[in-house]
């Protein structure tokens, strides 16, 4: 079992490698002592909300993206590469559990009315919906209730 603390670290360790940093710029950045920020990326050390947001700010990473890669590593997935600069690994695709029969297609109205701005079509309780995320981040799958 992963702890938070541990993953937390191990997060953000991957993301100040990724840009090539010590932890002696980021913790300066930080404004966080050396030791400390050593300690919270080896998983010994609990950082308080404000000391996390101040190292993701220190390493130009968003919040969101250091807590969406925690959670893919306590869910078990496999996390995908760091990208170069960017600190937090790229989401993984969901794959739904069983595959959903597919929608009837939208009346040609829905269709006009949608490209025109004016009306939202209807959609259906099977129908998915991809919101984006602020920030460039991970597409979001929403299922109609």
């Known amino acids: 079992m992963t702890l938070l603390r ?4 191990d997060s953000l360790r991957r993301a100040r490698l990724a840009q090539s940093r010590t932890l002696r710029e980021v913790s300066t950045s930080a404004r966080v002592s050396l030791g400390y920020l050593s300690e919270v ?3 010994r050390k609990e950082a308080s909300s404000e000391l996390l947001a101040a190292i993701c700010e220190a ?3 968003p919040l969101a993206r ?3 890669d925690v959670s893919t ?9 760091a990208a170069a600069g960017h600190g ?7 794959e739904p559990a069983a595959e959903p029969a597919a929608p009837e297609p939208a009346p040609a109205g829905a269709a006009a009315s949608m490209s025109a701005g004016s009306a939202r079509p209807q959609v259906d ?3 998915r919906i991809v919101i984006p995320a602020p920030n460039n ?7 109609a209730a």
């Open 66 to 68: 250091v807590l969406w």
């Open 137 to 143: 981040g991970p597409l979001v799958l929403v299922e």
């Open 88 to 94: 937090a690994a790229e989401p993984a695709t969901v």
């Open 59 to 61: 390493l130009d990473v």
């Open 6 to 9: 541990e993953a937390i670290g």
């Open 41 to 43: 990326e080896r998983g």
């Open 125 to 127: 309780g099977d129908t």
């Open 73 to 81: 590593t306590i869910a078990g997935e496999k996390l995908p590469v």
